[in-house]
């Protein structure tokens, strides 16, 4: 029997395994690790037979999630999971949805790598260099939003006089990605904090995808301001 009575399930190991997808030798590890709790709900009926909360499936579930998906330590896991369980289920809910929206817009936006190049006439090893360094990331359906407005801006320098004779090449777009690289992760970790709890689910998808083009407006602003003061700077005015 896997329940003693209807809302109170519990579950053999075996059956927790199975449910959740883990291994009973993986689960026995996080009891021992205390991520599951203090043991309080486990109810041992012999020195080899316990029963566990149905509610563990999800808890287990979680847990490899967060370890396979987010490559997190069980320290980190115990100690988010010790404070607010509730709190980590909301974060990744609201990741998965975001990243659900995100992929599912850019395979339906994507333009054929054909097209690209005959759109912005970009030559063809430019394009493979730019995908090597990983600036780009097309897949066989072609390049995504993203994608596409990098080309066009890697266009737009190329016939404003941005050549390679004098210097300027594709792995200039490094130093943009290397340097935007800590920004994105503090402002993906401080937008999460704000809304995880604070907002719903949806509401919180629907602000995300509002302020993707007032940041971009945002950061260019920024820059130009910052690029016109190190002029002046250098200068001496």
């Known amino acids: 029997m ?8 519990m579950l053999k190991m075996s059956e927790l395994a199975e449910r959740s997808g883990v291994s009973a030798g993986t689960i026995r590890h996080y009891l021992r690790e205390g991520l599951l709790g203090d043991g309080a ?3 041992r009926t012999s020195r080899n037979m316990a029963y566990y909360p149905a509610e563990y499936v999800e808890r287990v579930e979680l ?3 967060l370890q396979e998906e987010r490559f997190m330590p069980l320290r980190v896991i115990r100690e988010m999971l010790r404070h607010d369980p509730q709190r980590v289920e909301a974060l990744i809910e609201l990741e998965d949805r975001i990243l659900e929206r995100a992929l599912d817009a850019a395979e339906r936006e ?4 054909g ?16 995908a090597d360094i990983g ?3 097309p897949t066989r359906g072609g390049y ?12 737009r320098f190329r016939a404003g006089g941005y050549e390679e004779e004098l210097g300027f090449t594709v792995y200039d777009t490094v130093r943009y990605r290397e340097a935007l690289q800590p920004l994105v992760e503090e402002e993906v970790t401080a937008l999460l904090d704000r809304l995880v709890g604070e907002v719903d689910v949806e509401r919180a998808v629907q602000m995300i995808a509002a302020g993707a083009e007032p940041l971009r407006e945002l950061i260019g602003a920024i820059h130009s301001k910052l ?9 001496g005015g």
């Open 135 to 137: 600036v780009l990331t």
């Open 115 to 130: 097209e690209v190049r005959r759109r912005y006439e970009l030559p063809r090893p430019v394009l493979e260099r730019l």
């Open 2 to 9: 896997s329940s003693r009575a209807d809302g109170d399930a």
């Open 110 to 113: 994507r333009v054929s790598a």
């Open 144 to 155: 995504d939003r993203d994608d596409v407005q990098i080309i066009a801006a890697i266009a």
């Open 227 to 235: 690029l016109l003061a190190e002029l002046r700077r250098q200068r």
């Open 63 to 65: 847990i490899k999630r």
């Open 41 to 43: 709900e486990v109810r």
